[in-house]
């Protein structure tokens, strides 16, 4: 057995373990979105018009590697091509879905694949609401849920980006959830990355 032939192999199994990664994400990000529960609203918060830049970049290169091999019959490399192209769409159903911001009755969802990206409505001790050309930036300041450490009062926050079509619901179920202790700081100027 050459070099060559144990080189091919090992890059074979390679992409066949990144595709079996990439599908158990997929599943995984699938099964988040399933669990979560009275999701009030939702939006895409991906960099391409919403969507994930590097998966939807990756699928359609794939697509058009495809479109090429079938053009020109290059049959012997359908199999690798087929597990690039499941890579690249269980890679984007995984990012699509980590990156859209679920709200729920129960509290913000940045990332359903990041816990730390999750905040519930009672764990908001504050929130500031800058406008902008496109939406809104919020910025939730909101302590830890270790109800074990009560003497670690340390408060953390968490930023997020409300397009203008979501902003008039978005602002109801704040003020629902949080409006009725926190009124928002809207009308002076400030920086976002300067709030500490």
Same mark, same amino acid.
């Given at each position: 057995?050459?070099?060559?032939?144990?080189?091919?192999?090992?890059?074979?199994?390679?992409?066949?373990?990144?595709?079996?990664?990439?599908?158990? !994400?997929?599943?995984?990000?699938?099964?988040?979105?399933?669990? !979560?529960?009275?999701?009030?609203?939702?939006?895409?918060? &991906?960099?391409?018009? &919403?969507?994930?830049?590097?998966?939807?970049?990756?699928?359609?290169?794939?697509?058009?590697?495809?479109?090429?091999? =079938?053009?020109?019959?290059?049959?012997?490399?359908?199999? $690798?091509?087929?597990?690039?192209?499941?890579?690249?769409?269980?890679?984007?159903? =995984?990012?699509? !879905?980590?990156?859209?911001?679920? $709200?729920?009755?129960?509290? $913000?969802?940045?990332?359903?694949?990041?816990?730390?990206?999750?905040? =519930?409505?009672?764990?908001?001790?504050?929130?500031?609401?800058?406008?902008?050309?496109?939406?809104?930036?919020?910025?939730?300041?909101?302590?830890?849920?270790?109800?074990?450490?009560?003497?670690?009062?340390?408060?953390?926050?968490?930023? !997020?980006?409300?397009?203008?079509?979501?902003?008039?619901?978005?602002?109801?179920?704040?003020?629902?959830?949080?409006?009725?202790?926190?009124?928002?700081?809207?009308?002076?100027?400030?920086?976002?990355?300067?709030?500490?």
């Amino acid at each position: 057995m050459s070099i060559i032939n144990e080189i091919h192999s090992f890059f074979v199994l390679l992409l066949a373990l990144f595709t079996l990664a990439a599908t158990f !994400l997929a599943l995984y990000s699938i099964g988040n979105a399933i669990r !979560l529960r009275n999701v009030r609203l939702s939006w895409n918060s &991906g960099k391409l018009w &919403g969507y994930p830049l590097f998966s939807t970049l990756f699928v359609i290169s794939s697509g058009i590697v495809i479109a090429i091999s =079938a053009v020109f019959q290059v049959e012997q490399y359908y199999t $690798i091509f087929g597990c690039y192209a499941w890579m690249g769409i269980s890679w984007w159903i =995984a990012s699509h !879905l980590a990156s859209k911001t679920y $709200i729920t009755d129960h509290g $913000i969802v940045k990332n359903i694949n990041d816990p730390s990206q999750t905040i =519930a409505w009672h764990q908001i001790c504050d929130y500031v609401e800058k406008p902008k050309s496109r939406g809104s930036d919020y910025l939730f300041m909101y302590q830890g849920s270790d109800t074990r450490n009560n003497s670690d009062k340390s408060v953390t926050r968490l930023e !997020l980006f409300v397009p203008d079509r979501k902003a008039a619901k978005f602002e109801k179920i704040v003020t629902l959830k949080v409006g009725k202790f926190l009124s928002p700081v809207s009308d002076i100027p400030f920086d976002i990355k300067t709030i500490e």
